[in-house]
């Protein structure tokens, strides 16, 4: 039986990864002590290997899922991050400052 994962986000400075087959918290990551996100988050989005996370403090940051530690951080909207998508080439996102930004994804 395959096992899925679920990502829960709180209003805290937590992150917490649940596997659905043994309904059970395996994962609770730190963002303040990780470099994480200063504002609200507002988006995530996961994989197998990543979790990219948008935020009000301008930011996308990509995480990896196997470690917890933050990968890279994307600083090119003038607001808050509202929404994101991403496929194994390409990240896109909007904000507040009504633009949508494309990045090249092979670099991360």
């Known amino acids: 039986m395959k096992s899925y994962c679920e990502i829960s986000l709180t209003l805290c400075t937590f992150l917490l990864l649940y596997v659905f087959s043994m309904c059970q918290c395996v994962e609770t990551l730190d963002w303040i002590r990780s470099e994480g996100h200063t ?9 197998k290997w990543r979790i990219i996370s948008a935020a009000d403090d301008k930011t996308l940051k990509v995480w ?12 090119c909207h003038t607001d808050g991050v509202t929404c994101l998508q991403f496929s194994d080439w390409m990240i896109v996102s909007g904000s507040y400052d009504k633009t949508v930004k494309l990045y090249d994804f092979s670099a991360c």
């Open 39 to 47: 504002g609200v988050i507002r988006h995530l989005q996961a994989d």
């Open 64 to 75: 990896s899922v196997e470690t917890g530690q933050r990968l890279l951080t994307l600083r």
